[in-house]
């Protein structure tokens, strides 16, 4: 809650006026508790898990032809069943994990700093915190994923996770209780580490959960605005990963990919990859000179 009682006061405390959205942030939350405005990420999941995978869903349903080739496994396909199925667990792990987690977990936000008052942060400041935090979720959750995929890992949580070889956005947080509480660390060391305000922490659960939903969309666009950024892995990235399974020793990093590179746990897919290239230009190659030879024949 802030600690002014009037517009008025805060640009007295301030000692300038208010910015637009500031002045937004001042008549909405100036009556609101702190942990009001915490518990805003309760809804803010509930709506990303249930609405960002729509679009994909539908199409994919719809057997849409100009998305389809875009799909990285073509030849599988969920019936709506099982993907309505998906969705029911995933909304029984929020209701029943991952909501309560956040109305208790608000001591720990106010014991690191998040803040709620004036001034607003600036656009820099917003950006540069939450490039750290997905640095640090990444580097950390790249471990603790690799740790899951060993024996007792893998057969006791994280096979849960893996029932989808061919994910699709709604499999993003499907996963076993006992993994959804251990992947909440790496998302909150970084707001640990480097505090910032509540709209910036509300825009890091956001846009992760969105990214892990793009990274399980189980298509690759090419003008994907994603493709812009710096070692991001993406879906095809990801895709390759529950492709081959409790097997997988391959892309494990949840966004980027320098730490498999770094780590040597990519070479599966970059083997594949040159594989697949390659198989592509000899494709090419006998369709040109397919089309040369008829067109040599056809001149006689």
């Not at 820099?124 to 790249?142: G, H, K, P």
């Amino acid at each position: 809650m802030l600690p002014f009682h009037s517009l008025s006061a805060a640009q007295a405390s301030l000692g300038r006026n208010l910015t637009f959205f500031e002045t937004l942030w001042f008549n909405y939350s100036n009556d609101k508790s702190d942990y009001f405005l915490f518990c805003h990420n309760i809804l803010f999941l509930f709506l990303i898990f249930s609405f960002i995978p729509l679009p994909l869903i539908f199409l994919e349903l719809l057997h849409a032809t100009g998305i389809h080739k875009y799909k990285i496994q073509p030849k599988v396909r969920l019936p709506f069943n099982e993907i309505f199925r998906c969705y029911k667990d995933v909304m029984r792990m929020f209701f029943l994990v991952v909501g309560p987690l956040q109305l208790v977990s608000f001591p720990s936000i106010k014991m690191i700093g998040i803040r709620t008052g004036l001034p607003l942060p600036s656009g820099f400041e917003i950006v540069s915190q939450l490039v750290v935090y997905f640095m640090v979720e990444d580097y950390t959750n790249y471990w603790i994923h690799r740790f899951l995929h060993c024996k007792w890992g893998y057969e006791k949580i994280h096979c849960v996770h893996h029932e989808y070889t061919a994910p699709i956005g709604f499999a993003a947080p499907y996963a076993h209780w006992a993994e959804v509480l251990i992947l909440g660390i790496p998302s909150f060391l970084g707001p640990a580490m480097v505090p910032g305000h509540m709209i910036t922490f509300w825009l890091w659960i956001a846009l992760r959960q969105i990214e892990a939903i793009d990274t399980h969309s189980g298509y690759d666009f090419p003008w994907s605005l994603t493709k812009f950024i710096p070692f991001y892995g993406g879906a095809d990235h990801h895709d390759y990963h529950h492709y081959v399974g409790g097997q997988s020793h391959s892309n494990f990093a949840s966004v980027f990919t320098y730490c498999d590179y770094i780590y040597g746990t990519d070479k599966g897919y970059r083997y594949q990859k040159k594989i697949l290239q390659k198989l592509k230009e000899e494709v090419k190659n006998s369709e040109e000179s397919y089309y040369n030879t008829a067109q040599n024949v056809k001149s006689d």
